[in-house]
Structure formats: structure tokens, C-alpha cells
């Protein structure tokens, strides 16, 4: 069935690094790619989200690639901060006519100061 | 705030019982989505309502079912509870129209189950 990989786990980070989270699909039909951030006992929310036709978006320090031929995509933060210590969840659309998403099980992510 | 409310917050029942948690949407928007979120599974989606009609359907035990109604709240009826149900169970809504929309989710409903 659908799937989706995410890759690491848990990423810990110096404050000001980079960090990088990636994402595997196996449906070659997805075509909406959207990223949640969870904060601790709060709702997940979106902070970017890529539509098949587009290979890169950028919305400050945060950017996310697509290569549809390798059925990937990866979440990238830049400059990060101690507030962008959270869950990180990607997830890809499922065709056939339905509104269904499929997530990824989640990074646990900690910028330490 | 993303204008999903659902109630209640938390709920602890036993097994064997049947609970409704209820979601009302944003205003506006027709879809409703519900997940299951338990700690080691991430979100799982159950099932997709849009305006009155269910959509689209994900890993939803036959012990579940869910409705939306005319004023577009949707309520999820989980019965015959086991320790396994225990987790947080979100609701989510996005605008109508053609394509991919932003999923507003609500604060969640902590099912305790014992």
C-alpha cells in the first residue's frame, strides 16, 4: 500500500546549524507534498507544502526540494533556532480521486542553544 | 488558533465503552478530516467527510464510524474500546475547491482508555 519513509528519527542540532529531513513515497502519483510541525502537546500545523510541478520552495528559513524521479523530498531549516525544537511530519497525497494524505512517522527535532 | 474546535480535550473511559468525539470545522470549509495519533504510529488517517458525504476512507477499524452533519460538524464514534484506542485523535478541515488545500487541524481529543 502507500507509504511514506522519513529519515532521521531524532535530529539534534547546534543553534544556527542547518538541518535536514528527508522523505520517500511509493506512490509515483502523489502530487502534494505538505510538512507539519508539531510543538508538544499542540496541533500539527502547516509550514510548507510543494505541489509536483515544482522542483524547490523557499519561505525563509525553511525550504523543501522534490525529486519526483527518485520519489523523494526533503525538508531543509536553516539558521536554526531553539523555538524550532519540535516534531517535523512530511506527508504525500494519495491519487485516485481521494483526499487522503499519508505521513511519515515523524522527526523529533532539538536546536540546542 | 485555526478555528477547528473539538471537544472534549480529554476523555477517560474503560474498555468495552463507546465514546463520540466531536469536531466542527472552520467556517467556510467543507472537508473534515479525522487521525489517529498514538506514539509510535504517528498520524494515522481514518476517514475524510466532505459537506454531508464521506470521501475518502484510511485505516478505520469497523469498531469506528464517523458522520458529518448538515452544519458540517462531524462527530467519530469509537465503540467496543480496547487499550489499543488510547491515543489522540485529531480532526481537520481545509477549504473547498479543486486541489491540494492546507489541513487546519483542531487541539485534539486525548482518549485514555483503561
Known amino acids: 500500500g502507500e507509504n511514506v519513509e522519513q529519515h532521521p528519527s531524532t535530529l539534534s542540532v547546534q543553534e544556527g546549524d542547518s538541518a535536514v529531513i528527508k522523505c520517500t513515497y511509493s506512490d509515483s502519483a502523489s502530487n502534494y507534498f505538505p510538512w507539519y510541525k508539531q510543538e508538544l502537546g499542540k496541533r500539527p500545523q502547516l509550514i510548507i507544502d510543494i505541489r509536483s510541478n515544482v522542483g524547490e520552495k523557499k519561505d525563509q528559513r525553511i525550504a523543501v526540494t522534490l525529486n519526483k524521479t527518485a520519489k523523494h523530498f526533503s525538508l531543509h531549516i536553516t539558521e536554526t533556532q531553539p523555538e524550532d525544537s519540535a516534531v517535523y511530519f512530511c506527508?504525500?497525497?494519495?491519487?485516485?480521486?481521494?483526499?487522503?494524505?499519508?505521513f511519515g512517522k515523524g522527526t523529533k527535532l532539538t536546536v540546542n542553544p | 488558533d485555526s478555528g477547528v474546535t473539538q471537544t472534549p480535550k480529554h476523555l477517560i473511559t474503560a474498555t468495552g465503552q463507546r465514546v463520540t468525539l466531536r469536531c466542527s470545522p472552520r467556517s467556510g470549509d467543507l472537508s473534515v478530516y479525522w487521525y489517529q495519533q498514538s506514539l509510535d504510529q504517528g498520524l494515522q488517517f481514518l476517514i475524510q467527510y466532505y459537506n454531508g458525504e464521506e470521501r475518502a476512507k484510511g485505516n478505520i477499524l469497523e469498531r469506528f464510524s464517523a458522520q458529518q452533519f448538515p452544519d458540517l460538524h462531524s462527530e467519530l464514534n469509537l465503540s467496543s474500546l480496547e487499550l489499543g484506542d488510547s491515543a489522540l485523535y485529531f480532526c481537520a478541515s481545509s477549504p473547498p475547491g479543486q486541489g491540494w488545500h492546507e489541513q487546519y487541524f483542531g487541539p485534539g481529543t486525548r482518549l485514555t482508555v483503561t
Open positions: 506527508a504525500a497525497s494519495i491519487a485516485g480521486g481521494s483526499e487522503k494524505l499519508v
